[in-house]
């Protein structure tokens, strides 16, 4: 019998004297032979018919360690075999007389294993330990078994010497096929027959490690996480039945992409990438010591292609398309955890993207979207903390050039991220309804702001404040009792207070929302269409509306910008916003120009009847102390 290295490393104890062991076959068929001696013995001691002496304890020994239905074999400190059973012989195919004399050691690999060689020499030396160990022997005749291997000391003969130690070998190739089944069926799906979540992250992990990518390969890993389109709407309509036979049949094409893949290899040590369903309709290829990221782009065009097919399943013809998340990079740094997070975003990106395609992952998209999961968990406390702070940008008459009034725009003092403007941030508070929040603390703050303007300069006219509101204000909170209270609070008139709202929030106006624009309107607060002539404008519809002032979108503005002589304006653009202005003055709007940077727009603006300007021309957005200065008379550039 000859050891083999096949199968995972040994497992190798080092048993000390206060853990105790007892093998039931060895201990029943000893306590059996024994108690069927003694009992003999005693009835032939009590019989009147003289019989012949009991035989000897050792002898006894002898007999019972011969007929022991357990492999054993006596060794010596040496560690060569004094005497085996005929269980040790039938075990290894070896005749258990030619045994005696040889290397145990030898006999069941235990020097191929550094753990269990250092055990053993400690155990033939008298240390008071056992070992146990399980190795895979070779038999003569060719097939491989798994043996359990003790080794106990022997107890110290009567002289003090201590005889050896006793090796116990136990066949236990039916317990580890038994083991490697329920393995299997723990570590694989019963669907598809994948490998399994499990199995997915245990590869994974071992892909990982050090150990793994630094001994050979590329170093690097792939991944393609992929997720069926439309999958529960098969399930919901046609049963699961049919959602199974799907899967399993999506399974086999992906398998055998794989293994095309890996056969496209030309590096006679490549693997296949390993398949398996990861739970529901996803599924994960991973690629070990992966070439790049062409060689993951290849693998999930081909996946894509080979799910295009039609399946044909009980009867039923039926089409799926799949997104794939597509990451690729060196294992070293990496981890599980952040490979599959990775992976799960960039299968959002695709599934976000228009499904049925593959998407690679985008690091500095990633960071941008960390950015903004980091911006959306701070964004509450961040009000209570009290990081955010309004800005004013004056609203100019195009007649007078004096103040008429002030945009509040806010800004965030992000402790990490700097001086954040709207854009980066009120989306989020949208989503997550913290603009309720926000924009009662703008509203709040703006109309204390113009109140103090007022009271400073009572001499003057005053300027209002326009403050931008979103359409969910109107929806999550009683934004009219909001307004009426924070007027009443600061003492600022309900005309000075100007509200802004897009275009697409107020042409969508209807119920709850146009109520509350109406009673806006009946308190005196002013309404404002903000970037007029970027929705769809329904004009009809306008004239309904609690609406006061239209701000004409910066891309109007834009179109006449020209400096100098010899460049000659665009008349398209003039008389397209001439048009809307004079429409406006006729249903009793004032009108608003957005992104005025220039003399000469403000000019034309003038000349067209534009009400007031708002741009870089008279100045950005600035503390409430710099629009004190402003307000002392015609301090604005016109043209």
């Known amino acids: 019998m000859s050891g083999t290295s096949e199968g995972p490393a ?80 039938e075990l290894l195919g070896i005749d258990p007389e030619v045994l005696a004399g040889k290397v145990a050691a030898d006999l069941v690999d235990l020097a191929s294993d550094t753990r269990a060689w250092h055990a053993y020499r400690e155990v033939l030396r008298g240390r008071p330990a056992r070992l146990r160990c399980t190795r895979r022997l070779k038999h003569p005749d060719g097939h491989s078994l798994w043996a359990q291997v003790r080794v106990t000391p022997l107890p110290k003969e009567a002289s003090g010497a201590a005889p050896g130690v006793l090796l116990s070998v136990a066949d236990v190739s ?17 669907v598809t027959r994948l490998p399994n979540r499990t199995l997915f992250f245990e590869r994974l992990s071992a892909a990982l490690e050090a150990e793994s990518y630094e001994r050979s ?74 070439t790049g990221t062409d060689q993951l782009a290849d693998l999930a065009e081909s996946v894509l292609k080979a799910l295009q097919l039609p399946f044909d399943l009980a009867g039923q013809r039926m089409s799926v398309s799949a997104s794939i998340g597509v990451v690729e990079r060196h294992a070293a740094g990496t981890t599980p955890t952040g490979l599959m997070q990775a992976a799960d975003t960039t299968l959002y990106w695709a599934k976000a993207d228009g499904k049925s395609r593959w998407t690679l992952f985008d690091p500095e998209r990633n960071a941008h979207r960390m950015t903004r999961q980091a911006l959306s968990s701070t964004l509450r406390p961040a009000i209570e ?19 008429h009034g002030v945009e ?53 006219p005053p300027i209002f404040v326009s403050v ?10 009683d934004l009219v009792a909001d307004v009426a209270e924070i007027l009443a609070e600061t003492g600022l008139p309900a005309r000075l207070l100007q509200l802004e709202l897009t ?23 002013g309404i404002a269409i903000d970037d007029f002539g970027t929705g769809y404008s329904n004009l009809a519809y306008l004239s309904r509306l609690p609406v006061s002032v239209l701000k004409l979108d910066g891309s109007f503005v834009r179109g006449f910008q020209y400096e100098g002589e010899g460049v000659a304006p665009n ?18 709007l004032t009108v608003t120009a957005e992104c005025v940077e220039t003399a000469a727009q403000a000019g034309r603006l003038r000349r067209i009847g534009c009400d007031t300007g708002q741009g870089w021309l008279y100045s950005r957005p600035v503390g409430a102390d710099r629009i004190s200065l402003l307000m002392g008379g015609s301090a604005c550039r016109q043209g």
């Open 10 to 89: 040994p497992a190798v104890d080092l048993i000390r004297p206060a853990v105790t062991e007892s093998n039931s076959d060895t201990s029943s068929s000893t306590s059996s032979t024994a108690s069927t001696t003694s009992t003999t013995a005693s009835t032939a001691s009590t019989s009147s018919t003289p019989t012949s002496p009991a035989p000897a304890r050792p002898a006894l020994m002898d007999g019972a360690f011969a007929a022991a239905p357990l492999a054993m074999a006596v060794v010596d400190r040496e560690g060569l075999v004094v005497t085996a059973n005929q269980s040790l012989g």
């Open 174 to 190: 039916a317990r580890r096929e038994l083991q490697a089944r329920l393995r299997h069926l723990q570590m694989h799906d019963p």
């Open 217 to 290: 390969g590329t170093g690097r890993i792939g991944l393609c996480y992929l997720d069926l389109d439309g999958f529960k709407a098969i399930n919901d309509t046609l049963g699961h039945r049919v959602g199974d036979r799907l899967l399993a049949a999506v399974a086999e094409r992906l398998t055998r992409c794989a293994e095309e893949a890996g056969l496209a290899r030309r590096n006679p040590g490549a693997v296949a990438p390993l398949v398996a369903r990861l739970g529901g309709d996803e599924f994960a290829l991973l690629i070990e010591d992966s």
């Open 385 to 403: 903390r009290g990081e955010f702070a309004l800005d004013y940008q004056p609203l100019v008459g195009m007649a007078d050039g004096r103040v």
């Open 408 to 460: 509040a725009l806010v800004r965030w003092h992000h402790p990490q991220f700097g001086t954040l403007t709207p854009n980066r941030f009120i989306g989020l508070a949208e989503e997550d309804g913290s603009i309720v929040q926000l924009g009662r603390w703008v509203l709040a703050t703006a109309c204390r702001q113009a109140r103090r303007w007022q009271l400073e300069r009572p001499d003057q």
């Open 468 to 477: 931008n509101v979103a359409v969910r204000q109107v929806w999550d909170s």
């Open 503 to 525: 275009e697409s929030a107020v042409m969508g106006s209807a119920g709850r929302p146009l109520q509350a624009l109406q009673a806006l309107s009946d308190m005196g607060v």
């Open 571 to 588: 008349p398209a653009d003039e008389i397209v916003v001439e048009a809307m202005i004079q429409l406006a003055h006729r249903l009793g």
